[in-house]
């Protein structure tokens, strides 16, 4: 999202997983122990939570603050149990939010782009392709996502999320004569800070 500098920021998940070769901790995401974890989630610090892979991972409140309070519009990178429980919770203004499914192609590409990666044990790429299968049952979920993107050609995939980020922000890229894709979305305010 390069071509929007200065207007969006990712929240640093938290995660109970040990870290991938390369991650940083509070970078990649915020590495905790479960207790600890469970503990913060008891006092209500975590807007969205879940045991995805058998590990935790959540977005706490402080993550995105920590983004908000930069003037950026805050994009969170989580599961579709994490977007139930923003569906679910009383401290959203669900008119605020756009909820996009990025899919791959198939099980099959997933399995294959997983892989390729060779970050993660057979155990563990075994279980992500199972859990996407769930999780694609929830792509036809009726008046569920305001997007469902299929990430098969980058490019085009891009295009879509561009297109749709500029119809419901109302924002436009600087650098671009763009214009407003196919997108039938819901909610059409602009959020501000």
Same mark, same amino acid.
């Given at each position: 999202?390069?071509?929007?500098?200065?207007?969006?920021?990712?929240?640093?998940?938290?995660?109970?997983?040990?870290?991938?070769?390369?991650?940083?901790?509070?970078?990649?995401?915020?590495?905790?122990?479960?207790?600890?974890?469970?503990?913060?989630?008891?006092?209500?610090?975590?807007?969205?939570?879940?045991?995805?892979?058998?590990?935790?991972?959540?977005?706490?409140?402080?993550?995105?603050?920590?983004?908000?309070?930069?003037?950026?519009?805050?994009?969170?990178?989580?599961?579709?149990?994490?977007?139930?429980?923003?569906?679910?919770?009383?401290?959203?203004?669900?008119?605020?939010? +756009?909820?996009?499914?990025? =899919?791959?192609?198939?099980? !099959? *590409? $997933? @399995?294959? #782009?997983?892989? &390729?990666?060779?970050? /993660?044990?057979?155990? +563990?790429?075994?279980?992500? =392709?199972?859990?996407?299968? !769930? *999780? $694609? @049952?929830? #792509?036809?979920? &009726?008046?569920?996502? /305001?997007?469902?993107? +299929?990430?098969?050609?980058?490019?085009?995939?891009?295009? !879509?999320?561009?297109?749709?980020?500029?119809?419901?922000?109302?924002?436009?890229?600087?650098?671009?004569?763009?214009?407003?894709?196919?997108?039938?979305?819901?909610?059409?305010?602009?959020?501000?800070?």
């Amino acid at each position: 999202m390069g071509e929007f500098q200065g207007k969006f920021g990712f929240s640093v998940s938290h995660t109970t997983r040990g870290p991938r070769v390369g991650e940083m901790n509070g970078v990649h995401y915020h590495f905790t122990d479960p207790s600890r974890m469970q503990a913060e989630i008891d006092q209500g610090m975590f807007l969205e939570h879940a045991i995805v892979h058998g590990n935790f991972y959540g977005t706490s409140f402080s993550a995105i603050n920590a983004v908000r309070d930069n003037g950026l519009i805050c994009i969170l990178d989580i599961d579709v149990q994490g977007v139930e429980n923003i569906k679910k919770s009383p401290k959203i203004n669900q008119d605020d939010v +756009v909820f996009v499914m990025l =899919v791959p192609p198939s099980i !099959e *590409e $997933l @399995e294959r #782009r997983l892989r &390729n990666r060779k970050t /993660d044990s057979e155990e +563990v790429i075994n279980r992500r =392709v199972t859990r996407a299968r !769930e *999780e $694609l @049952e929830w #792509r036809s979920k &009726n008046n569920y996502w /305001d997007a469902v993107l +299929v990430n098969d050609d980058l490019e085009q995939c891009y295009s !879509e999320l561009v297109c749709l980020v500029e119809k419901f922000f109302g924002i436009r890229r600087p650098d671009k004569d763009s214009t407003i894709g196919h997108f039938s979305v819901r909610k059409q305010q602009q959020t501000t800070h």
